[in-house]
């Protein structure tokens, strides 16, 4: 839910910065929707390093390495987002951040499971909708 909020902040700035820009910055849509992720991933990646402890808590504890899960999926969602603001990249960044949120969907799935609240179960029904996102504007 907070990563929503986010994403649909970042992309109402985006509008800002397109227009205090005078267009020069941002001017397509598809730029607004793939800056906006940009920073939603990039952001939640560095939380993978900032706080450890909380993100590894989601990924269920029989999995083996999840110390080196937790970095690699921030890594990559840190990486996959900046190359997200380059139209040269954009399309395979997008195909990245696609299969990261497959790959880290057992893990809400385990986490809304062990911990049902509101947050852990929304998760599940806003991921596909962050894959939509990234379609419409990175893919598509």
């Given at each position: 839910m907070a990563f929503m909020i986010g994403i649909l902040?970042?992309?109402?700035?985006?509008?800002?910065?397109?227009?205090?820009?005078?267009?020069?910055?941002?001017?397509?849509?598809?730029?607004?929707?793939?800056?906006?992720?940009m920073m939603m991933f990039v952001l939640v990646g560095i939380s993978h390093f900032a706080k450890a402890g909380k993100i590894e808590a989601m990924i269920p504890p029989h999995w083996p390495y999840r110390h080196a899960m937790n970095y690699i999926s921030g890594a990559a969602e840190i990486i996959l987002g900046i190359l997200l603001l380059f139209p040269a990249t954009r399309m395979w960044a997008a195909y990245g951040l696609l299969l990261l949120l497959l790959a880290i969907f057992?893990?809400?799935?385990y986490v809304a499971g062990s911990k049902p609240n509101l947050y852990n179960i929304s998760r599940l029904f806003f991921q596909p909708a962050y894959m939509g996102w990234i379609w419409y504007f990175c893919i598509r």
């Open positions: 902040s970042f992309f109402g700035i985006s509008f800002l910065i397109s227009w205090l820009s005078g267009g020069a910055w941002l001017s397509a849509l598809n730029d607004k929707g793939a800056f906006a992720a057992p893990a809400n799935i």
